[in-house]
Structure formats: C-alpha cells, structure tokens
T-cell receptor
Framework: TQLLEQSPQFLSIQEGENLTVYCNSS?????LQWYRQEPGEGPVLLVT?????EVKKLKRLTFQFGDARKDSSLHITAAQPGDTGLYLC?????????FGKGTSLLVTP | DTAVSQTPKYLVTQMGNDKSIKCEQN?????MYWYKQDSKKFLKIMFS???????INETVPNRFSPKSPDKAHLNLHINSLELGDSAVYFC??????????????FGSGTRLTVV
C-alpha cells in the first residue's frame, strides 16, 4: 500500500487568510487527486494532477504536483467559510485509490 | 437525480445481526467500490468490482460479502456484526478500472452503528 501523509492534520483560520496544505509520500504516483468532504457527505473530486511540476487552478484554489510525482500541495487564497471541510489527497497506480488521512480546515467569519 | 445513491443513510443495529447496504449508480460507470471511513476519517478500500467482476478484495473479514447483480449496483452484506464494524461506509464509482486517473464519484455514505 502506498502511504500518503497529509499535513497539517487540523487548521483553523479566519476568513481572508491564505493557507497551504501538503500531501507527501515516499512512493511515485502516476496521478494524484484532491477531494473535499463536508460533514455527512461523501468526498467530492476537486482536481487530478498527472504531470510532474503541473500546476492547476480552480478559482481561489491552486494545486501543484511535485516534480518527482511524490508530493502535492493545495493553496487557498483568501479563504472563505464555504471552504470549510476535510481535504483529502489520493493516489494510486493500481486499481484503487489510497487516501491520506486528510486536513480538516475550519474557516471562521 | 443522485449519481451514486446508498441506502440506508443511517443504520443502528445490535451485535450479531446481519445487515445489508445497497448502492446504485446511474452514471454508466464500469467500476464500483466500497470504502470504510473510520472515526479518524481515514478512508480505506474494501472491495472493487469491474463489470460485476471482483477485482480488489482487501484484507476484510469474510463476514463482509459484496454482491454485484449488474454493473450499476454493488451491495454490501455484513454477517454477525461486531462493535468494531461501526463506521461510515462509502460506495463510489469510476468510468473504468483506471479510476486512479478519472477520479471517483462517491455516495453520501451509510453510518453504521453497532450497539
């Protein structure tokens, strides 16, 4: 099993602040995905990154895949309360995704 | 119209009982999965089916038996429930077995509580 370590585990910030969360592994992945999960719901796919060094933007969210394809980061600019949730990274080179333990983000007004 | 629907949403049952969770997807996807999310929010793969054929069976007790009558349905039957089975169970689907590239669509989960 390819392990994915996410940091920080918890993050509490005020509206308008910027933040970065990290996803690291000792394994190389063919692709990495980021999901957001809200309470009582299933994870929802945000982005897939496949090329080393790739940067993708989704409104105020910026995703980066490491050059060696072992790590990824998610940067949120000017966080809003609607960004609150559990952010999960996931990767796999076989038939199923392995998930990290997530970063739980709370954005307060 | 819900893409991946699971029933029931909540399930409270006594130790030793047998229960089933149903999952249906209307996306036309070939591959379906069951994941277990523990109290620390860690998601772990249990099973994967592609076109009704089992392709992944992780180290799950054989009290857990998945059944896929067709590629749109993947049900999970659990025998002799134990306290440690309490968790949220998620069904998911992907267009093909290469879900690690295309991404998964998850259901909203079934919270199982064994008392």
């Amino acid at each position: 099993t390819q392990l994915l370590e996410q940091s920080p585990q918890f993050l509490s910030i005020q509206e308008g602040e910027n933040l970065t969360v990290y996803c690291n592994s000792s394994s190389v992945f063919s692709s990495l995905q980021w999901y957001r999960q809200e309470p009582g719901e299933g994870p929802v796919l945000l982005v897939t990154v496949v090329t080393g060094g790739e940067v993708k933007k989704l409104k105020r969210l910026t995703f980066q895949f490491g050059d060696a394809r072992k790590d990824s980061s998610l940067h949120i600019t000017a966080a809003q309360p609607g960004d609150t949730g559990l952010y999960l990274c996931a990767g796999g080179s076989g038939y199923a995704l392995n998930f990290g333990k997530g970063t739980s983000l709370l954005v307060t007004p | 119209d819900t893409a991946v629907s699971q029933t029931p949403k909540y399930l409270v049952t006594q130790m030793g009982n047998d229960k089933s969770i149903k999952c249906e997807q209307n996306l036309g996807h070939d591959t379906m999965y069951w994941y277990k999310q523990d109290s620390k929010k860690f998601l772990k793969i249990m099973f994967s089916y592609n076109n009704k054929e089992l392709i992944i069976n992780e180290t799950v007790p054989n009290r857990f038996s998945p059944k896929s009558p067709d590629k749109a349905h993947l049900n999970l039957h659990i025998n002799s429930l134990e306290l440690g089975d309490s968790a949220v169970y998620f069904c998911a689907s992907s267009p093909t077995v290469q879900g690690t590239v295309s991404g998964y669509t998850f259901g909203s989960g079934t919270r199982l509580t064994v008392v």
